[in-house]
């Protein structure tokens, strides 16, 4: 049974940017964004009763399937039906693939305590020693270990939930 016209568009309301972002840092192109978020959105409407997990991530893998499917329809085309030059389509799929990631990462960081993703921030992202980041947290070096510990752990466990493939 599909999602009622009014969760559609609150869906769109609510994903709508955010999907568009992300499809423009991969193509540049802002007509084929809309399109992109268009039919991820159309998806969801037609799939809503087997989605599992997040919808916020069912909604990027979904978008990144289409880009990537819509890449291969272009690279299938004559030379002379092409409107643009295209990349190397490992490259195009390899920088999908990536963002998408970030974006599934980001989500997931979020719901993590401020404790535990400050430790990871700091280890990981900012690629501080133990040491720096006891300095920059104001933590003795010894909890900066067990929060980065336990903090992997939930980030595991948030992952699974969004269905997020390891």
Do not use: C
Not at 16 to 29: C, H, N, T, Y
Not at 57 to 67: D, G, K, P, V
Not at 141 to 156: C, D
Request: glycine letters at 2%.
């Amino acid at each position: 049974m599909p999602l009622d016209e009014d969760v559609v568009a609150a869906i769109y309301r609510e994903h709508g940017a955010a999907l568009r972002r992300f499809v423009l840092s991969a193509s540049r192109d802002p007509q084929l964004a809309e399109d992109v978020v268009q039919e991820t959105v159309l998806r969801v409407w037609q799939q809503a009763p087997d989605i599992t997990g997040s919808l916020r991530s069912y909604l990027f893998r979904t978008a990144r399937n289409i880009m990537i499917d819509n890449y291969r329809k272009a690279q299938r085309r004559p030379a002379e039906v092409m409107e643009r030059d295209l990349a190397d389509p490992s490259q195009a799929v390899e920088r999908v693939d990536e963002l998408l990631n970030r974006v599934l990462m980001e989500e997931a960081l979020v719901r993590l305590s401020a404790e535990h993703r400050d430790v990871l921030v700091a280890l990981h992202y900012r690629r501080f020693t133990v040491n720096e980041a006891a300095v920059q947290l104001n933590i003795p070096s010894g909890t900066v270990k067990s929060r980065a510990y336990y903090a992997v752990r939930a980030l595991r466990i948030i992952l699974d939930e969004m269905g997020v493939e390891r």
